[in-house]
């Protein structure tokens, strides 16, 4: 199962208002974990920096000023999420910015369906307590001590450590777990139990023939009532 850990910085609260993103961060996750593959990307967000968004980014004017608009980088971005699954954190926030986005370039919305909200599973699992990327991190133990600025790669990789903790910290299995029902049924569909497949070529013995012939001699000491004599 492929999903896409998603995060944005933006130059402030409201699309509608005017504010854009200026950068966009996701690390891909295959069955909850992280593969290594990432998408990174700053973008020029064609309007001035407010104060207040840039004490919680650092993202200035000067330096978003070489960067890629959002419409010449975002096919890239959607050929990277595809039509996966989103897990993002407070994902309402980023879906509105990234919509609002999209259809200024021109292209089609993402479903709200898409979208697995963190924050939303973790108000649910621990109602009452603080549940901010920062917190979560401190709860399962998390190191964010690299985090003195928000930046949507590095909240990213965070989440992607909170998320699967917050599934229950389940551990991949490295293929080694029960092979699939589809492998280990029988002619009339049933579940059968699994085995493994016979050796090719036996494994030659470990005794050597004195060892073999001393044992026989010890077999022989014990008589007739020995178990290894019984039919």
């Known amino acids: 199962m492929r999903e896409i850990v998603l995060d944005t910085e933006t130059t402030g609260l409201d699309p509608f208002q005017g504010d854009r993103i200026v950068e966009i961060g996701c690390v891909e996750l295959l069955n909850h974990v992280p593969t290594g593959r990432t998408y990174h990307q700053y973008i020029n967000p064609e309007r001035p920096m407010p104060q207040e968004a840039f004490e919680v980014h650092g993202l200035g004017d000067e330096f978003l000023a070489d960067k890629p608009k959002f419409v010449q980088i975002v096919d890239a971005f959607l050929e990277f999420v595809a039509e996966d699954k989103l897990v993002i954190h407070n994902a309402s926030f980023d ?24 924050l939303m599973i973790a108000r649910k699992r621990y109602p009452g307590a603080g549940n901010s990327l920062d917190a979560l991190c401190r709860r399962f133990g998390v190191d ?15 989440l992607a450590e909170v998320y699967l903790e917050l599934r229950g910290g389940r551990q991949p299995d490295f293929g080694l777990g029960a092979r699939p029902i589809e492998e280990t049924a029988d002619s009339t569909g049933a579940q059968a139990e699994w085995a493994p497949p016979p050796r090719p070529a036996p494994l030659a ?23 290894w004599r019984r039919a």
């Open 95 to 118: 879906m509105k910015f990234l919509n609002a986005e999209l259809v200024r370039a021109k292209r089609r919305e993402l479903a709200q369906d898409r979208a697995v909200d963190t």
């Open 144 to 158: 964010n001590s690299g985090r003195e600025l928000h930046g949507a790669l590095l909240d990213c990789e965070l």
């Open 205 to 227: 013995p470990l005794l050597t023939e004195a060892e073999r012939q001393s044992h026989e001699a010890f077999i022989a000491e014990l008589g007739e009532a020995c178990r």
